[in-house]
């Protein structure tokens, strides 16, 4: 478990690292570039002749060039974490992954569910990209109740995935729009409790409209789904700030525990 920086939840738990490129939100992805750090550290280690430790991990799951190779690393030690935690938190689980990438095996899924299902004073929040197999998956897995399950829509063109995430268990279900790339005017907001948006940061930032932002903000007001505005993102995101017509937006749902 490590603190995080991101504003919508507390820390983050990565069992599974590695991830492969599906869409157009991936262009610039965080994580790859966090999992080229970590692989650079774990080799400066080797060659002193120290411990990489988990940092190791992270060269598996890099090509040669530093990008997402498609494989990925299930760690059994940090499966078991959780247990250790006494102060209730919420938890972003796989930051550096998706739990539902193609060669995560369902028996991993259903144990790490099986962790979060044991450990009820926390909050889970996992996101992913790849709603339609979970959707598949579903009636194959048992969803705890203080798991909120979200999905990742940055254009139109992923809209489609906001179908799926309606058939998933959980009794929080979320939507990341973040980076927004275009406008979501056709985004209907039934079954989803919680909206988060935000631009892209960092090198190659594409911008984002304040009317699209807008826009999602005035159906989540319409639908009632609480409104998390993260940031404007931008080379310089501290800059950019992340205020939406000089007002911080920082809803969330009410939380829950428990075990479906």
Not at 163 to 183: K, T, Y
Request: hydrophobic share 35%.
């Amino acid at each position: 478990m490590a603190a995080s920086k991101i504003e919508w939840t507390e820390s983050t738990w990565n069992p599974v690292i590695g991830c492969r490129r599906v869409s157009a939100g991936c262009d610039h992805c965080y994580a790859e570039r966090m999992a080229k750090r970590l692989a650079a550290i774990a080799e400066a280690a080797r060659r002193r002749g120290d411990d990489p430790g988990r940092a190791a991990h992270y060269s598996k799951v890099l090509d040669p060039r530093g990008g997402w190779n498609g494989k990925i690393h299930l760690d059994e030690e940090t499966l078991r974490e959780p247990y250790g935690w006494r102060t209730p938190r919420m938890v972003f689980v796989n930051s550096m992954s998706d739990l539902f990438h193609e060669n995560v095996p369902l028996e991993f899924i259903r144990r790490l569910f099986a962790v979060i299902q044991e450990c009820p004073q926390h909050t889970f929040q996992a996101l992913t990209k790849r709603p339609e197999r979970a959707a598949r998956l579903s009636r194959q897995l048992r969803w705890p109740t203080n798991l909120w399950m979200g999905t990742s829509v940055e254009n139109a063109a992923t809209l489609h995935r906001v179908e799926s995430l309606r058939r998933l268990g959980g009794i929080v279900r979320f939507l990341s729009c973040e980076p927004l790339l275009g406008p979501l005017d056709d985004l209907r907001l039934d079954s989803i409790e919680w909206v988060i948006v935000g631009g892209e940061s960092g090198p190659g930032a594409r911008p984002m409209k304040p009317e699209w932002v807008r826009g999602i903000q005035r159906k989540c007001a319409e639908s009632g789904a609480a409104f998390f505005f993260k940031q404007w993102g931008g080379v310089n995101k501290k800059k950019a700030g992340r205020l939406l017509d000089g007002r911080l937006y920082e809803q969330t749902p009410i939380i829950s525990s428990g075990v479906s």
